[in-house]
């Protein structure tokens, strides 16, 4: 259900559907098959971040699939909405303003950083890539240092970072059926 959703919502705006809400520790994922959101298990137990938690509200942009034949890690592209913490399984119109490109374990693993469309949403006055980066760029650097050091059994490198216009580029590129191995189920 919330994987098929419609990408774009309008021309620069896009869906994005919250998996774990901003200041969480516990990695809850949306389980396709059972239709809930989860928290993740490793080695039997829930999978809880051992360290600070989730700086922004985190999910995946629906009907995207990051393509292991390019170098993908085979899941939705990945989305932090800057925004106070919304619940799980809120689905929110955002705009893009920029894009984090990350490797992770040696698969590209982009996450893409958005805003919430409404103003009352927002915590944040940047609604492009200049603007985040003159007025936040401690946000920028805060993001940065948190997917690097989250999980330690992986070896993650930030390979740079994208404006709102390679952000958009990136979701466009990611929509199922733009790629030739679209016949894998979702994960």
Not at 43 to 59: M, Q, S
Not at 78 to 96: F, K, N, R, W, Y
């Amino acid at each position: 259900m919330f994987y098929s959703l419609p990408t774009f919502v309008s021309e620069g705006t896009f869906n994005a559907v919250i998996e774990i809400p901003a200041g969480t520790n516990k990695k809850i994922e949306y389980d396709e098959k059972g239709k809930i959101f989860r928290v993740d298990e490793q080695n039997g137990k829930e999978r809880v971040i051992d360290f600070l938690p989730y700086p922004a509200n985190y999910g995946f942009i629906p009907s995207t699939l990051s393509d292991t034949l390019t170098g993908g890690d085979g899941d939705a592209l990945d989305v932090l909405v800057l925004a106070e913490a919304l619940e799980t399984g809120t689905v929110i119109e955002c705009i893009p303003v920029g894009v984090l490109k990350l490797m992770d374990d040696g698969e590209e693993d982009y996450k893409i950083i958005a805003i919430p469309l409404k103003n009352k949403k927002r915590v944040i006055d940047a609604q492009n890539f200049a603007q985040l980066s003159k007025n936040y760029p401690a946000t920028m650097e805060i993001i940065e240092l948190w997917f690097l050091n989250y999980n330690k059994d992986d070896l993650a490198e930030v390979k740079g970072w994208g404006d709102e216009k390679e952000a958009l580029e990136e979701i466009a590129d990611q929509i199922k059926g733009n790629h030739s191995s679209d016949d894998r189920s979702e994960t």
